[in-house]
């Protein structure tokens, strides 16, 4: 297969509500986007990835939607949406639209529809079933807590939800279903957007059996066994041909417990499905059966390597990688997997960058990485927003006897409002982010971490990753190099090599914060220095706290 442009792309992940706010409602909006397109032109991205921006009575933040050919008052009007498309587009960035069509909101005329009767031509737009004995047809629990199952008086059934009540399951099954999201894709496609982000795109699939299983603390069974994911495969293969074909678009599926198998069949090169999926294995090394993800142990480094060494070289030639560390479901990159005191937090911030920029696949910046963004001091859930974050506290302290600094701690690690605290645009107040009041805190720190202090500053983060993306447009080796990790036992250093023809790069990235030996074979005398975070070369042999360095033979 020729080279897709996906392939040599990064892509930037907006979460509208939190990026900016252009009209003082303390709430991002387009035309706030807008603004900042330019600041992203800069950074030297291709593609924006928007989290919904749809109608949506926002139980979700906008994944429950109620019209897909409309804009979440909100958010803006479709001319804003037509202003910023068009703006992107003329600064040479590609959009990329969140799919979330897994589930709609309860309030989308379809579902309003199937509720109202048995016999309604939309009944089976849903999952409806009768209750067994009295009860749900199965135990199993949903991503948000309590029963998959929803009875509704009316027409004495239960609904399926696998997310929250408010976001009942769509029937893949039938093919009117099939009908109606290949022609809202068709529809957005046709405006000129560049591609989906598809929402659970895995989960699409059930098996109609609905089991039951072995209940955990909360009293239900795990939801991964009801995903049927081998069936999602034709379908995605009948939305290729009658959606994805006729453009050139950018998709990626997001893909919970991917397989490298499966993913070469989501993402295989013959394009017969999805550019690319996002899988799971490295942001789920420390989630358990009992508490899911809401853990605090940091995952050791060579679990880490294993999975990124597994996905590297299982796709490599067959399909093709997303490479990512942080999203609006995550908390922050440097938090997480970095060091985010103030002694170490720029330098781990470039590292990580380092480290996934130069593997194989697209990767993607989530807002504020570029700036080496940090998680929040959430001291209690009354600053918490999400939803999955109040159930995980109940689960917590309720189901498996945490105690509130216990669990505290977990949402300090773990949120997902961590992610989502206001864009640091600036030091004022607000963080530049809005002239009202934001809808979720502002980080404290966004007086010295802003992207006003770093934009043109070319030791800083921001220019970092600048760097980072301008190295992937421009070396074959970065795009489509092999991939051998080395080291793999050591618990400290993260390095590989990338090999294409006669062209080498070689990465290191110590991940702790004391000096560790590692020498460089001598076949890199002479290479160029590639993504490196101290201004001056090392003593050779070492690798300073929390030091990257790529070696470029091209
Ligand atoms: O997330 C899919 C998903 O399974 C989430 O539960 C995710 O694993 C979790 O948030 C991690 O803590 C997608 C969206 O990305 C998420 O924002 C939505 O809430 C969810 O689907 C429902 O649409
Ligand atoms: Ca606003």
Redesign the pocket.
């Known amino acids: 297969m020729s080279e897709q442009w996906w392939q040599r792309a990064v892509v930037y992940q907006i979460y509208p509500k939190s990026f900016q706010d252009s009209n003082g409602d303390g709430i991002g909006d387009l035309p706030g986007i807008t603004r900042r397109l330019p600041y992203l032109a800069k950074l030297g991205v291709d593609v924006i990835w928007l989290s919904p921006i749809y109608a949506s009575p926002m139980d ?2 906008g ?2 939607i109620s019209d897909y050919r409309d804009i979440a008052p909100v958010f803006g009007t479709m001319d804003d949406f037509d202003a910023l498309l068009e703006r992107a587009h003329e600064l040479g960035l590609k959009i990329v639209m969140d799919l ?1 069509v ?2 709609s909101s309860d309030e989308h005329p379809w579902f309003k529809e199937s509720r109202s009767s048995r016999d309604n031509p939309y009944r089976d737009y849903y999952y409806w079933r009768d209750a067994v004995d009295g009860h749900e047809p199965s135990n199993m629990g949903g ?1 948000f807590g309590g029963s998959i199952w929803e009875w509704d008086e009316t027409t004495e059934q239960y609904y399926l939800h696998c ?1 929250s009540k408010k ?1 009942p399951d769509l029937n893949w099954e039938n093919p009117r279903v099939r009908d109606e999201v290949y022609g809202l894709m068709n529809f957005w496609l046709a405006k000129g957007v560049d591609g989906f982000r598809m ?2 795109i895995g989960m699409i699939a059930k098996d109609l059996s609905f089991p039951s299983g072995t209940p955990g603390p909360s009293g239900y069974a795990p939801l991964w066994p009801l995903i049927d994911d081998a069936r999602v495969h034709p379908w995605l293969k009948e939305m290729r041909q009658r959606v994805l074909s006729r453009y050139d678009t950018m998709t990626v599926g ?1 893909v ?1 417990g991917a397989t490298v198998e499966a993913a070469r069949k989501y993402a295989n090169l013959d394009g017969s499905e999805l550019s690319m999926v996002f899988q ?1 294995d490295h942001v789920s090394l420390t989630d358990t059966v009992e508490r899911g ?1 809401w853990s605090v142990e940091k995952p050791c480094l060579r679990d880490l390597k294993r999975v990124f060494d597994h996905w590297e070289r299982g796709l490599d030639g067959v399909a093709w990688n997303s490479l990512y560390w942080d ?4 908390p922050r990159a440097v938090s997480r997997w970095g060091n985010d005191s103030s002694q170490w937090r720029e330098l781990s911030a470039k590292m990580l960058a380092t480290c996934l920029h130069l593997m194989q696949g697209t990767p993607y910046i989530y807002q504020g990485e570029e700036l080496g963004m940090t998680n929040y001091p959430f001291e209690d859930m009354s600053l918490v927003d999400d939803l ?1 974050a109040h159930d995980g506290y109940r689960l917590l302290t309720q189901d498996c006897g945490w105690t509130h600094e216990q669990a505290m701690a977990a949402m300090r690690e773990k949120c ?1 409002d961590n992610a989502r605290t206001p864009m640091q645009w600036d030091a004022s107040d607000k963080a530049g982010f809005t002239e009202g009041e934001p809808w979720l805190p502002v980080n404290p720190n966004a007086s010295s971490i802003n992207a006003e202090a770093q934009v043109d500053d070319k030791n800083s983060v921001f220019a970092h990753y600048q760097r980072l993306i301008k190295l992937r447009h421009e070396s074959d080796v970065v795009v489509h190099g092999s991939f051998e990790m080395l080291v793999p036992e050591s618990e400290e250093i993260f390095a590989y090599e990338r090999v294409l023809g006669d062209k080498r790069l070689l990465v290191a990235c110590n991940f702790c914060d004391h000096e560790l030996s590692f020498s460089v074979d001598e076949r890199y005398a002479g290479a160029l220095r590639v993504g490196e975070n101290y201004p001056e070369e090392g003593p050779a042999g070492t690798l300073r706290p929390y030091e990257c360095f790529g070696l470029l033979l091209e």
């Open positions: 979700d933040n994944y429950d979330v897994n589930h991503v997310f976001q929402d659970v997001e919970c799971f993800k999203n609006h479901d995550q999955e997902r």
